[in-house]
C-alpha cells in the first residue's frame, strides 16, 4: 500500500542463536608395565565437543594414541620407540558475508525478526545468525598426524656414550569449505536479497613428511682427582617435505 514496514515486537537473535548448552565428553585410558630389561606404557584419548550454536555444525572431535617401549638389549645397549598417532575434525559454520554470527548477533537491533519475512506474499527466511547457521554446510578441518621416534643408546667403553635418533612425522590436512547460497528476504530492508550470487565448492588437500636424524656420542675421562675431560661430537641432518592441492568451484549446475 506505499506505507512504510516497521518490526515492534521484541527479539532476541542472540539468544536464539545459542543451543543453551554444550555437549562435551573426554575418555583417557593408559597402561604401563615391564620386566628387569624392558618397559611400555600404552595410552589412548579421545575427545568430543559439541559447541553452542543452534544444530550441530559447530563441533570438535579428536582422537590419539601413544606408544612407548624402552628396552635393554644388552648391558651396554638400550634402545627406545615412541609411537604416536592423532586425528581431529574441526567444522564450523560459515557463508559468504557472515563469517562470524556472533558478532553479527550483536549488532542486529532487538526487534530484527528471527524467523520468517514475507514480502509481496513470498515468504523466506530472514537473514537472522540461527537461521544462517541452519542454512550452512560446516566447514570441515581434518588433520592426521604420524610420527616415529627411535633412540639407540650404547656404552661400549667406559667413559664413552653414542647416542642415535631418528625422527619421522607425517601431517595430513584436508579442508572441505561449501558456501551454500542462501536466499532471503532482509529484515532490515524487506528486500528479497541472497548471501551469495551463486554457491562454492572449495578443497584443499596437503601433506608434510618430516626427517631428522641425529648422531653424537660423549667421552669423559677422569685425568687426576679434580680434572675432568670431555668430548662431545655429533652430526644432525633434517629434511621437509611439503605438497598441496588447493581446488575452487563456483556457478554448479544443481546450483
Known amino acids: 500500500d506505499g506505507g512504510t514496514r516497521y518490526q515492534l515486537r521484541k527479539t532476541d537473535v542472540l539468544r536464539e542463536l545459542m543451543s543453551?548448552?554444550?555437549?562435551?565428553?573426554?575418555?583417557?585410558?593408559?597402561?604401563?608395565?615391564?620386566s628387569a630389561r624392558s618397559a611400555y606404557r600404552v595410552s589412548f584419548g579421545t575427545s568430543v565437543n559439541d559447541g553452542v550454536l543452534v544444530s550441530d555444525k559447530d563441533s570438535y572431535k579428536r582422537k590419539n594414541i601413544r606408544?612407548?617401549?624402552?628396552?635393554?638389549?644388552?648391558?651396554?645397549?638400550?634402545?627406545?620407540?615412541?609411537?604416536?598417532?592423532?586425528?581431529?575434525?574441526?567444522?564450523?559454520?560459515?557463508?559468504?558475508?557472515?563469517?562470524?554470527?556472533?558478532?553479527?548477533?550483536?549488532?542486529?537491533?532487538?526487534?530484527?525478526?528471527?524467523?520468517?519475512?514475507?514480502?509481496?506474499?513470498?515468504?523466506?527466511?530472514?537473514?537472522?545468525?540461527?537461521n544462517l547457521v541452519n542454512h550452512v554446510v560446516p566447514t570441515k578441518d581434518r588433520n592426521d598426524d604420524i610420527r616415529l621416534y627411535g633412540k639407540?643408546?650404547?656404552?661400549?667403553?667406559?667413559?664413552?656414550?653414542?647416542?642415535?635418533?631418528y625422527t619421522y612425522d607425517r601431517l595430513?590436512?584436508?579442508?572441505?569449505?561449501?558456501?551454500?547460497?542462501?536466499?532471503?528476504?532482509?529484515?532490515?530492508?524487506f528486500n528479497p536479497d541472497q548471501t551469495a550470487t551463486f554457491s562454492t565448492y572449495q578443497k584443499y588437500?596437503?601433506?608434510?613428511?618430516?626427517?631428522?636424524?641425529?648422531?653424537?656420542?660423549?667421552?669423559?675421562?677422569?685425568?687426576?682427582?679434580?680434572?675432568?675431560?670431555?668430548?662431545?661430537?655429533g652430526f644432525n641432518q633434517e629434511k621437509s617435505y611439503m605438497e598441496s592441492i588447493n581446488s575452487t568451484k563456483g556457478e554448479m549446475i544443481n546450483d
Open 67 to 130: 606408544a612407548f617401549l624402552s628396552t635393554d638389549i644388552a648391558e651396554w645397549l638400550t634402545t627406545q620407540l615412541d609411537a604416536s598417532y592423532s586425528n581431529s575434525l574441526k567444522a564450523m559454520g560459515n557463508t559468504t558475508g557472515f563469517t562470524n554470527f556472533f558478532a553479527f548477533a550483536t549488532s542486529l537491533p532487538s526487534y530484527f525478526p528471527p524467523d520468517t519475512v514475507t514480502i509481496n506474499g513470498v515468504t523466506l527466511p530472514s537473514q537472522a545468525p540461527k
Open 205 to 233: 588437500n596437503a601433506f608434510t613428511d618430516y626427517f631428522a636424524t641425529n648422531v653424537y656420542g660423549t667421552y669423559e675421562k677422569n685425568l687426576w682427582t679434580n680434572h675432568n675431560v670431555a668430548v662431545m661430537a
Open 152 to 165: 639407540a643408546i650404547a656404552k661400549p667403553l667406559k667413559g664413552l656414550t653414542l647416542i642415535g635418533e
Open 20 to 34: 543453551g548448552n554444550a555437549f562435551q565428553q573426554n575418555h583417557n585410558f593408559s597402561i604401563s608395565g615391564g
Open 172 to 189: 595430513n590436512n584436508v579442508y572441505t569449505y561449501y558456501d551454500k547460497r542462501m536466499l532471503y528476504n532482509n529484515g532490515s530492508t
